[in-house]
Every structure is written in structure tokens, then in C-alpha cells.
């Protein structure tokens, strides 16, 4: 099990009367981030729990989104909205991220025993977390961060 984690436009689900749900409209862009994932080039991404947690933590970046009162993910189901000072924050841990790893690429490298070369599979989650946060802020009339 895991998240499904998308950033866009907000919508309100009213296919069910009696229950409405906040989604994202869903967006696909040729240039967006694409290494290898099912959902390559869209602003949907589907980790796992601890996939997720441990992305965040290792990014410097987990009180963004587990802060038990203002994280993007302090609620599940839920979404938060995508303001200016929230990208400037998101922005300023990727500089730190860059700068404590140096040379650092965004493309999931085998590390020999099955898995992935950490920092540079985080840095995957950062870029595509960088292109569809800048790109609702811009682009979207209610910019939102949804998790379900």
C-alpha cells in the first residue's frame, strides 16, 4: 500500500451525491520529470508509506510533509494548499540537499544489491516535486497538494 500523491488544480469529485471528495485534475506534460514510473511526465506519483518517509527524511524535507499540524500529508485523506512560501521553503531544502550532495543526478542508478544509489533516487523525487509545485503556483487558480 502506499500514497497516491498528485499537485494541481483542485476539483470536487460530485459523481457520488451523498459524498464529495477534493482531487487533482489530472495534467500530463511532455517535458515534465520522467525516470522509469508508471507515471512518468503526469503530476501524480504513487510511493510507499515508508518509501515516502524515508524519500522525505533523507531529502531534509519531512517535517513538510509529516508536521503533525501544517505537513502536506498531516492528514490522509487530505490536501493543503500550494502557497508561494511553501515552494520558497520546498526550494531552499533542495539548495541544501544539492549542496550536501554534490554531483548529485536525478535518475534511479542500480546500486549492485537490488536497489537504488539513495541520493540520487531522492533527488528524482525532488525534481519532479520542484516541476508540478512551480508549475500549480503558476498555472493553477486553486494550487493544491492532495493525498489519498
Not at 490536501?79 to 536525478?106: C, M, N, S, W
Amino acid at each position: 500500500m502506499g500514497y497516491t500523491l498528485a499537485i494541481g488544480e483542485k476539483e470536487i469529485d460530485n459523481s457520488d451525491p451523498e459524498y464529495h471528495f477534493t482531487k487533482v485534475k489530472n495534467e500530463r506534460h511532455d517535458q515534465a520529470p520522467a525516470f522509469g514510473e508508471p507515471t512518468d511526465h503526469e503530476n501524480v506519483r504513487w510511493p510507499s508509506y515508508s518509501g515516502w518517509s524515508d524519500c522525505m527524511t533523507e531529502a531534509g524535507m519531512f517535517d513538510l510533509f509529516f508536521d503533525k499540524d501544517n505537513g502536506l500529508l498531516n492528514e490522509h485523506p487530505g490536501y493543503k494548499i500550494i502557497t508561494p512560501a511553501l515552494v520558497d521553503t520546498f526550494r531552499a531544502r533542495k539548495k541544501a540537499f544539492q549542496e550536501k550532495h554534490p554531483g548529485v543526478t536525478a535518475e534511479y542508478l542500480d546500486d549492485g544489491h537490488g536497489g537504488f544509489i539513495t541520493p540520487n533516487a531522492t533527488y528524482c523525487r525532488i525534481v519532479w516535486l520542484d516541476y508540478w509545485l512551480t508549475w500549480a503556483l503558476v498555472h493553477c487558480k486553486e494550487p493544491i497538494f492532495c493525498n489519498s
